[in-house]
């Protein structure tokens, strides 16, 4: 299975392309080291930051910014144009039909997909199983392209990748050389990770981006009540950061999350008192959050915990040796 060529036709613009607008080539070399490789990527970075790209003066942002705007829009647009725009929406099926059917298809792109849950609740193992299918033709609910996963807490394997594409009948060793990786350290690596896969996309087609798990290194980097407010700022950036990525480069994203115990839920009539870390702020970020719980033996459970057009509902899916799979009776 080779994941088809990067058409001629692609979902943004590239800031090479700048250089017909009167920008020279040294200083759109300092957007692409600062990370910035599409027209829309300038767009969507503050002046404030562009000003701290080491090399670029206010007078040559305001250049690059005009020039931008007379590339891409980024004003209104009709219902229709929106419409239109949205054609270009792809899902990649989770390996369950039954989950598929609970998500209106599957991971969506364009939009962060948040799945949270206990240790063992199938968090991991739905992401290997996309690392799967996003390569997969599109009539097989794939998105045929390559795959970028940030591994912030050593649970990637590769020999799992392998039985999970023995099930879908592709070769182990090119779907694995379709998939980058990265192990993540710090919370600053992992933002430098991001701006390095973003530049990679520019070369070649991607369909996912996974990070597994978002707030891993977080609780690790910011610890205590006095450093909450730090941690949730820089946590809004990154979120900031992989949603742009996913706009312009038309990629699903599906973040993994851990949850905590939550002092007041025992004292109340819910029965789970479990909620994801991350706050407001990661709520607020994620399209769809899914909750995942234990069921019996190898059967896990999928609650649409909050989605702007899915219905709340559970499906049950299982964990088997190809990965994500229908849940037996």
Wanted: glycine share 10%; charged share 20%; proline share 3%.
């Amino acid at each position: 299975m080779q994941v088809e060529e990067q058409q001629s036709s692609l979902p943004y613009n590239e800031v090479d392309k700048l250089q017909n607008y009167g920008i020279n080539v040294a200083d759109i070399n300092k957007l692409k080291t600062a990370g910035l490789c599409t027209v829309l990527g300038v767009i969507m970075t503050t002046r404030k930051d562009l000003i701290n790209i080491k090399g670029l003066s206010d007078a040559k942002v305001d250049k690059i910014l005009e020039a931008c705007t007379k590339l891409e829009s980024a004003h209104f647009m009709t219902g229709n144009e929106l419409q239109s725009k949205r054609q270009m929406v792809f899902r990649l099926s989770t390996g369950s039909s039954a989950l598929d059917t609970l998500l209106g298809g599957g991971i969506e792109s364009m939009s962060i997909t948040e799945a949270f849950g206990e240790f063992r609740s199938g968090k991991t193992q739905i992401g290997l199983t996309l690392c799967v299918t996003a390569q997969l033709p599109k009539t097989q609910g794939g998105g045929e392209g390559k795959v970028a996963y940030i591994d912030t807490e050593g649970t990637f394997r590769p020999d799992r990748i392998a039985q999970i594409a023995t099930r879908f009948q592709a070769n182990p060793e090119e779907v694995l050389e379709n998939i980058l990786y990265a192990r993540a350290y710090t919370v600053e690596h992992q933002f430098q990770l991001l701006t390095l896969i973003a530049a990679k996309m520019t070369e070649e087609p991607f369909s996912l981006l996974i990070v597994d798990s978002i707030m891993a290194l977080f609780r690790v980097d910011y610890s205590g009540r006095g450093e909450l407010s730090e941690r949730q700022q820089v946590l809004g950036k990154m979120l900031s950061r992989i949603m742009k990525i996913a706009e312009q480069f038309n990629v699903a994203v599906y973040l993994t999350n851990q949850v905590m115990a939550d002092p007041g839920g025992g004292a109340s009539f819910v029965p789970d008192p479990k909620k994801p870390v991350g706050g407001h702020v990661l709520a607020h970020a994620s399209t769809t959050r899914l909750y995942l719980r234990k069921g019996r033996g190898e059967q896990r459970v999928c609650k649409i915990f909050d989605s702007p057009c899915l219905p709340e509902a559970e499906a049950t899916f299982q964990i088997g040796l190809g990965g994500v799979e229908e849940a037996s009776e």
